[in-house]
């Protein structure tokens, strides 16, 4: 029920991912109502003699009536607004009637409620959000944490750089990912008084584990695809994103007032459109269907707010691939706390 | 010294200073011998019988015979090479020998030099560096503290914006600024530690002082212009410079390969570019002549590494502006501890 424009594309995501793979089952969390009405705009095909059942059964709806909104307090509406789709869906997670959750809704609610309600693999002392960032030379590079715990500390850095790295090595396959920590300068004597805690530490993996560290990267680099893995503290990670995102919005804005300021430009414009087209699509966050916090037991994954339904189907995509790489399996061994 | 292009940009924007302003004078500090070369070049024209006397007077050539490199490490280069271009420019200041100390060099070193060598105003805690940056609606904001100072506490960040806010009431003549404090969400509860112990001294100086503070505001609306005054400490705020320089970069970098790509695109971006160059403008720096450190007895001004003499010749107007509007006396009889 979550983001801009649920459900419909919601419920058209998740028909276009079942369609495209056979072993995937979807339990859609909202208002019955109203998703049925959805699916049926979709010609879904609903089961016989069960109501709420769609596609043989691997499609369910799973009735909540409220919603949580973009403007609620997180921690209160968690609380409080126990049938909404977030706190249900979440809860489905937690007592392993699904594997992972995927939403659109209120980020707040969501890093909020995948703390409380799914809860995190014993030992992991927080689960941080990582959205995986585009990178100007076509890869990508994963950012965590960006924004799910203010005030870590340098155990808790060190949880998410191991944590980093095995999501980029396993879901994305990126072999022997590099692992950097976001620091005011490259130098090892650089940075604040966390920073200089959590380097040794670091370091230390490096030695021990084989953790390819490569040190400090500086915010300038992180578009540039220096790291695979970016760490840092969830109120840098937040500045981090969101300065990614507001610039990235600014320049083309100032792009698009060049492009209609005139007749030459107009035609420019229109000439360039193509190529420029391929080219920012570099930038396009949507392909990757979201950011997960790792460290649950389960998946949270969170996709944008104005998510269509391609970047829904690729989220489920990834909960897909979360699932049968292992990835909490191998989070709970590397980190060394157990399953 | 320091920076790409010294000492030729260096030089040169030193006289269009000096002819675009008939009251300022300049004290050129570093290898005399390549200075003198530089004068030559542009027909400066030497004071008889005086040999590094040049204008009337008004330009002077003060030798120094080392230069911090980028690669230098800041506090070290500072107490070894006592006989730099930074150094020995930072004691004219300090001596009150200079109002104001311009650098295109090693930004650790100026900010090092600038709190050990000039010193801060008795009662400043902390003295932050304060760029002035481009917005997407032609405006500006300035960013303070962006990197001078990490580790700060609340009270460093109120002393950041009053001084924020007289810089950009006095210098830039923007009335009543708009102070907001960078954070990872709107609401008032939200934050770390350190913003949510700032927030409400942001608050009083509201209530007691008239200062237009507004809140919080996200990092993703600083180039939308929100606020005049965006306050952090240095770690945040040198990430979000530097975020925004390599997000800028990036975007530009994909759309030059656009460019290029393919016949129809070149066309195009001929027929686009002199729009583009006019919309792209306002996000250039250059016209600020580069960021002031706030807070010092006298100025401290870092330009962009790769300035050339239009930059220079700004900063030495912004030199001019600051001097002649008392920002420093206004500093010390707002924070109330005296000039």
Redesign the interface.
């Known amino acids: 029920m979550g983001g801009d424009n649920a459900p419909a594309e919601i419920v058209k995501g998740c028909l276009q991912a079942l369609k495209k793979e056979a072993e995937i089952q979807v339990l859609l969390v909202g208002k019955e109502e109203l998703i049925r009405k959805e699916l049926e705009k979709n010609s879904a095909q609903k089961d016989a003699g069960e109501d709420a059942s769609y596609c043989g059964g691997r499609l369910k709806i799973v009735n909540a009536t409220e919603v949580i909104e973009t403007g609620d307090?997180p921690v209160a509406s968690i609380r409080s607004k126990k049938d909404s789709s977030i706190v249900v869906g979440m809860k489905l997670v937690r007592n392993k009637e699904a594997d992972a959750f995927v939403s659109a809704g209120s980020s707040?609610a969501i890093l909020v409620g995948g703390q409380v309600i799914v809860g995190r693999i014993k030992g992991i002392e927080r689960a941080p959000f990582a959205p995986i960032l585009p990178?100007?030379n076509g890869g990508v590079t994963l950012l965590l944490d960006a924004?799910a715990n203010?005030?870590a500390r340098s155990s808790h850095l060190k949880q998410f750089a191991q944590m980093g790295a095995i999501y980029m090595e396993h879901a994305l396959g990126i072999k022997n990912p590099k692992v950097a920590i976001?620091n005011?300068?490259l130098?090892e004597?650089k940075?604040?008084?966390l920073?200089k805690e959590t380097y040794p530490l670091l370091k230390q993996m490096k030695e021990e584990k084989g953790m390819n560290f490569i040190g400090s990267i500086?915010?300038?680099?992180?578009?540039?695809g220096y790291a695979d893995v970016c760490v840092c503290e969830?109120?840098?990670g937040?500045?981090?994103?969101?300065?990614?995102?507001?610039?990235?919005?600014?320049?083309?804005?100032?792009?698009k007032?060049?492009?209609v300021?005139?007749l030459?430009?107009k035609?420019?414009?229109?000439?360039?459109?193509?190529?420029?087209k391929?080219?920012?699509a570099?930038?396009d966050g949507s392909k990757f269907g979201g950011a997960p916090m790792l460290g649950l037991n389960g998946l949270v994954v969170k996709t944008h707010g104005n998510a269509k339904a391609n970047e829904i189907c690729n989220a489920l995509m990834q909960c897909k691939t979360f699932h049968e790489e292992k990835i909490n399996e191998f989070i709970a061994k590397e980190t060394g706390v157990g399953a």
Not at 238 to 255: F, I, P
Request: aromatic share 2%; hydrophobic share 45%; no cysteine.
């Open positions: 307090a707040g990178t100007d924004g203010v005030d976001l005011v300068g130098e004597e940075g604040n008084a920073v500086e915010a300038r680099e992180v578009t540039h969830g109120f840098t937040n500045m981090v994103l969101k300065m990614m995102e507001g610039t990235a919005s600014s320049v083309l804005k100032l792009m007032k060049a492009m300021s005139n030459r430009s035609i420019g414009a229109l000439l360039l459109k193509p190529a420029l391929t080219a920012l570099d930038l």
